[in-house]
């Protein structure tokens, strides 16, 4: 198991940035595949998105429609840290964000969207949008 704890969230002004973080620990970070997904209120939670374990220097990502050109994943395995840059908010972004982690050694980008996939969560930080 996986001990996740997200932070950054608040309220932001609708076309606003904001960077949520996610420290994990428990086990060794460089081998999780990580997750973003967010839950609106009477909504299902939803797949946001993915950044795979480091291959050298190489890692995968997949990020949700919805947000693409707008949100960046990004991890830093000496910190242990993933995190979610949203750039140019929306409305319609406002929701409660949670972290996902699960130990893979391999890569699926359709996989990864599930929220199914992950075995270990972190209680979400919530993520308000004024317009």
């Known amino acids: 198991q996986v001990q996740l704890v997200e932070s950054g969230g608040g309220l932001v002004q609708a076309g606003g940035s904001l960077r949520l973080s996610c420290a994990a620990s428990g086990r060794t970070f460089s081998s999780l595949v990580m997750g973003w997904f967010r839950q609106a209120p009477g909504k299902e939670r939803e797949f946001v998105a993915a950044i795979s374990r480091s291959y050298g220097a190489t890692m995968f990502a997949v990020r949700a429609e919805s947000v693409k050109g707008r949100f960046t994943i990004s991890r830093d395995n000496a910190k242990n840290t993933v995190y979610l840059q949203l750039n140019s908010v929306k409305p319609e972004d406002m929701a409660v964000y949670y972290c996902?982690?699960?130990?893979?050694?391999?890569?699926?980008?359709?996989?990864?969207?599930?929220?199914?996939?992950?075995?270990?969560w972190g209680q979400g930080t919530q993520v308000t949008v004024s317009s």
């Open positions: 996902a982690a699960r130990g893979d050694t391999s890569w699926n980008d359709n996989r990864v969207r599930a929220s199914t996939y992950y075995d270990s």
